[in-house]
C-alpha cells in the first residue's frame, strides 16, 4: 500500500513567486496535516483537515500561507508570495479513520523548499 | 496546554550499549504519548505509543518507553545501539486531534 506521497520533494524558487506543495493521503484516511520543519522551530502544525474541512489553521503563519482540501485524496499547500524565512522542509501526513483516540500518523518524505 | 520537553538535544553512544533519550511531559489530564523516529532526509516513523493501557511500552526495532506518572515522564530506552539507529528522535503529546512535537534529540552512535 503506498504512503503519503508528497510532491515536489525540493523546490528552489525566487523571494516573491508562488509556491504550491502536493499531497495525496493514504487511502482511507480521513485526517490530513501539514507540519513545518526548521532547526530554529522544529516540527510545527500548520494546518489539519478532518474529512477535507479545515478544523485548526492557528499555526499557519500569515495571510501568505493558504491550504486546500478540495477531496479526500488530495491537498496543497500554497504560498504566494514567498519569503526566505519560508525556506523549510514541509511534511504532509494522514491519520486512518477511527484512530483518534491514538493518534498515530503517518508521514510523507517531505518537501524541502528554498527561497532564495 | 498539552507539552512535552525533550531534555537532551543531542545524545551520543557506542553501539552495542544501552541507549536513554528523555522525555518529560505536561498535562492537565492522562495524556497519550508517542515516539517518533526520522532518519536523515526523511519522513517521521512512529516507534512507540502510549494511550493509558500498560505503562511499559514496546515499539519496533527494540525500543521502550515506561510511562511514570509520578515523575511525568516518558523516557525511550534500548538495551543495545545499532548503528542503524542513528536518527533524531521525538517525543510527542496528543492534544485534541492534534499531535504536538517535541524539539527533537538527536542519536548518534559510535562504531
Known amino acids: 500500500d503506498a504512503g503519503v506521497i508528497q510532491s515536489p520533494r525540493h523546490e528552489v524558487t525566487e523571494m516573491g513567486q508562488e509556491v504550491t506543495l502536493r499531497c495525496k493521503p493514504i487511502s482511507g484516511h480521513n485526517s490530513l496535516f501539514w507540519y513545518r520543519q526548521t532547526m530554529m522551530r522544529g516540527l510545527e502544525l500548520l494546518i489539519y483537515f478532518n474529512n477535507n474541512v479545515p478544523i485548526d489553521d492557528s499555526g499557519m503563519p500569515e495571510d501568505r500561507f493558504s491550504a486546500k482540501m478540495p477531496n479526500a485524496s488530495f491537498s496543497t499547500l500554497k504560498i504566494q508570495p514567498s519569503e526566505p524565512r519560508d525556506s523549510a522542509v514541509y511534511f504532509c501526513?494522514?491519520?486512518?479513520?477511527?484512530?483518534?483516540?491514538?493518534?498515530?500518523?503517518?508521514f510523507g518524505e517531505g518537501s524541502r523548499l528554498t527561497v532564495l | 496546554a498539552q507539552s512535552v520537553t525533550q531534555l537532551d538535544s543531542h545524545v551520543s553512544v557506542s553501539e552495542g550499549t544501552p541507549v536513554l533519550l528523555r522525555c518529560n511531559y505536561s498535562s492537565s489530564y492522562s495524556p497519550s504519548l508517542f515516539w517518533y523516529v526520522q532518519h536523515p532526509n526523511k519522513g517521521l516513523q512512529l516507534l512507540l505509543k502510549y494511550t493509558s493501557a500498560a505503562t511499559l511500552v514496546k515499539g519496533i526495532n527494540g525500543f521502550e518507553a515506561e510511562f511514570k506518572k509520578s515523575e511525568t515522564s516518558f523516557h525511550l530506552t534500548k538495551p543495545s545501539a545499532h548503528m542503524s539507529d542513528a536518527a533524531e528522535y521525538f517525543c510527542v503529546v496528543r492534544e485534541g486531534g492534534k499531535l504536538i512535537f517535541g524539539q527533537g534529540t538527536e542519536l548518534s552512535v559510535k562504531p
Open positions: 501526513a494522514s491519520r486512518p479513520t477511527g484512530t483518534a483516540s491514538t493518534g498515530e500518523l503517518f
